[in-house]
């Protein structure tokens, strides 16, 4: 199946700061989302962007298929988008139907 | 808007015992997937389910079982349950399988095995 790394693992950021999260994947895809899952284990959807580019509030998001990653945009860190954000993918081949995860980037956003 | 509904939030066993997660998917939606995510891991999937056939299998113990029913909505069953089975258990439904629709997952069910 397609693989999904997530770059970096952990982030440190203080309140206010700008910060860029990557996926990369291993083929072509056709479903790439991103997830914020907060401290109570809610796997929070933030973008499904297969393609092309996105924003919502102070969070964008960009993937480049062709060049096989994605990156995700946070603007003005807030404490409250501390946790773990996920990339994950499905490849478009025929025999992948499933939302393979990466092992996520761990966010603390320090007052 | 609906979302996807699982049952129960929580959930504590002790070893050996059974058990058995509910998801009831997003209206229309007929594909559910099934992921169990240990703690500090990412989600894995499981098995996933389209028009009540299974359609894809992940790395899911034998000790698991799951099906989906007439209704659309999908029951994970739990054997012989072991203390490494303690973990967020996440459904999620898309309106199918494979075409790159997205995917609304539920809340989780914390599993506890003591």
């Known amino acids: 199946g397609i693989q999904v790394e997530q770059s970096p693992p952990d982030l440190i950021l203080q309140e206010g700061a700008n910060s860029t999260l990557r996926c990369n994947f291993s083929?072509?895809?056709?479903?790439l989302q991103w997830f914020h899952q907060n401290p109570w284990g809610q796997l929070i959807n933030l973008f499904y962007?297969?393609?092309g580019t996105k924003q919502n509030g102070r969070l964008s998001a960009t993937t480049v298929a062709t060049e096989r990653y994605s990156l995700l945009y946070i603007s003005s860190s807030q404490t409250t988008d501390s946790g773990v954000y996920f990339c994950?993918?499905?490849?478009?081949?025929?025999?992948?139907?499933?939302?393979?995860f990466g092992a996520g980037t761990t966010v603390t956003v320090r007052a | 808007a609906a979302g996807v509904i699982q049952s129960p939030r929580h959930l504590i066993k002790e070893k050996r015992e059974t058990a058995t997660l509910k998801c009831y998917p997003i209206?229309?939606?007929?594909?559910v997937y099934w992921y169990q995510q240990g703690p500090g891991q990412d989600p894995q999937f499981l098995i996933s389910?389209?028009?009540?056939?299974?359609?894809d299998k992940g790395s899911i113990p034998d000790r698991f079982s799951a099906q989906q029913f007439s209704d659309y909505h999908s029951e994970l069953n739990m054997s012989s349950l072991e203390l490494g089975d303690s973990a967020l258990y996440f459904c999620?439904?898309?309106?199918?399988?494979?075409?790159?629709?997205?995917?609304?997952f539920g809340n989780g069910t914390r599993l506890t095995v003591t």
């Open positions: 999620a439904s898309s309106p199918r399988a494979g075409d790159g629709s997205p995917l609304h």
């Open positions: 083929d072509s895809v056709n479903n």
């Open positions: 962007i297969p393609s």
């Open positions: 994950a993918a499905m490849g478009s081949g025929s025999n992948d139907y499933k939302l393979s």
């Open positions: 209206p229309r939606h007929d594909t």
């Open positions: 389910f389209y028009e009540k056939m299974q359609s």
